[in-house]
């Protein structure tokens, strides 16, 4: 049996290029950007004005003016307006483009407005004030946004401000999620005495689902003839297969026999951890389709899914490894087999802004409605059986 560290050397030594694609800059959210994107004009692209007020030349105060007539008014999106005359002004909004013939903006706040005539009153003031000036952002050409990094709203943004409707993007891996098991029935269904309703693809789809991984579902039933022939198919048709139940020593289990006959060469069975001792891992060799099988029992499948396929689908996609993230133990704790032990706990920060880690353990691997009550998993090495409160170990938040 290998270990966490060995196992994920393992899976990070599949990492895989899937391409890019291009879409359409509002679907783009989330996924990896392909392509540097440079400002296609300054930003801004002219001096805005940030206050609705007044614009004028501030020699024109200097001079000891105070009193200026409103030459014209104008409102962001219309062409700025010359001041002609020392003692005018233009009543301007906020978005507009200063004038040439101005260089500060007085609020109406400290101004009096009447008679078509602005009146300054006494406020400190400064040359050039209230001003956002064209290019202070970014000059045209300036790199917004660095291939390599995941499309965010901000880069949305940028990309909807530089005129980039079309973006390229990395392409995700296309994924099938198999169940397996006679006694699971759909979620429709009314299931007997002994069976249950299948719940781990749906939790697989809907972690995917907030990595822009739209997978696809298939139940296998448990006959080794329609695994293989399942499974043969899938290998042809998907980067990645995504397996819960069928993989330990149940008579039923024909998940992993089936996978090395239809040519999956096992990269490794069983990790020395728990949940998810089971997990059995693998790659065709013809089409390179990765096969990550997780133990059935719900906790287990979900563990494995974020501590090795997520972390597996980050340096697929080329970003940078997860910031680790540590949390202080909150309470006493003791865990015998000599496992790495995956802790469901919820977080709590003190005033010492200490991450700390509260124990929620619930009734083993089976016991899914706990993870609703948990937040991340507390990774204890397995060298110890003993931890004790206040000391520091590796966290993953399942939550974010
Ligand atoms: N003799 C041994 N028995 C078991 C061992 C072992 O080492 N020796 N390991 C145990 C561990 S740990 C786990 S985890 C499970 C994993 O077994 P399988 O991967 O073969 O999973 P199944 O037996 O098919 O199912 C386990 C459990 O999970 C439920 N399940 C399965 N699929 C789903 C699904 N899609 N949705 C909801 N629930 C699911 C299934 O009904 C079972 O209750 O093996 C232990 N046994
Ligand atoms: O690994 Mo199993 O998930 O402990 O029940």
């Not at 109406?108 to 300054?120: P, Q």
């Amino acid at each position: 049996m290998i270990t966490v560290a060995e196992a994920e050397k393992l899976v990070l030594a599949q990492v895989r290029e899937y391409g890019t694609q291009t879409l359409p800059f509002e679907q783009a959210l989330g996924y990896v950007l392909a392509e540097d994107l440079k400002a296609d004009r300054d930003l801004p692209p002219f001096n805005r004005v940030t206050m609705d007020g007044i614009a004028l030349k501030y020699a024109s105060v200097k001079k000891g003016i105070k009193i200026f007539r409103i030459k014209a008014t104008q409102a962001a999106g219309e062409k700025p307006v010359e001041l002609a005359q020392e003692d005018e002004c233009i009543e301007i909004m906020t978005g507009a483009v200063l004038p040439l013939s101005a260089d500060t903006v007085i609020r109406y706040e400290d101004l009096e407005i009447s008679e078509g005539k602005a009146t300054l009153l006494p406020a400190e003031m400064k040359q050039g004030q209230n001003l956002h000036l064209r290019g202070a952002d970014k000059k045209q050409g300036d790199m917004v946004a660095k291939a390599g990094v995941v499309v965010s709203p901000a880069v949305i943004s940028l990309a909807a401000s530089i005129g980039k409707s079309q973006l390229l993007v990395k392409t995700v891996p296309r994924v099938m999620i198999i169940s397996s098991g006679d006694e699971l029935v759909d979620v429709d269904e009314t299931p007997s005495s002994f069976q249950i309703r299948k719940s781990n693809s749906y939790t697989i789809k809907a972690v995917l689902k907030k990595h822009n991984i739209n997978a696809d579902l298939l139940h296998i039933p448990d006959d080794p003839v329609i695994t293989r022939q399942k499974i043969s198919n899938c290998i042809q048709n998907y980067d990645v297969l995504l397996l819960s139940g069928g993989i330990s020593m149940g008579r039923f289990d024909y998940i992993p026999q089936a996978l090395e006959d239809s040519g999956v060469e096992k990269l490794f069975h069983k990790v020395a951890q728990r949940p998810g001792k089971p997990f059995w891992f693998g790659r065709h060799g013809q089409s390179g389709a990765l096969v990550f099988a997780f133990p059935g029992n719900p906790v287990a499948t979900f563990m494995c899914l974020h501590r090795y396929f997520l972390t597996w689908l980050n340096a697929t996609l080329g970003l940078p490894a997860k910031k680790v993230t540590y949390a202080a133990l909150g309470n006493d704790f003791t865990f015998k087999p000599e496992l790495r032990y995956f802790l469901q706990v919820t977080l709590q920060t003190n005033e010492q802004a200490q991450l700390i880690a509260i124990p929620v353990e619930g009734n083993g691997s089976g016991d899914f409605a706990n993870l609703a009550d948990t937040e991340a998993f507390l990774e204890l090495p397995m060298e110890r059986s003993e931890f004790k409160k206040g000391e520091v170990f590796r966290v993953w938040r399942f939550t974010d």
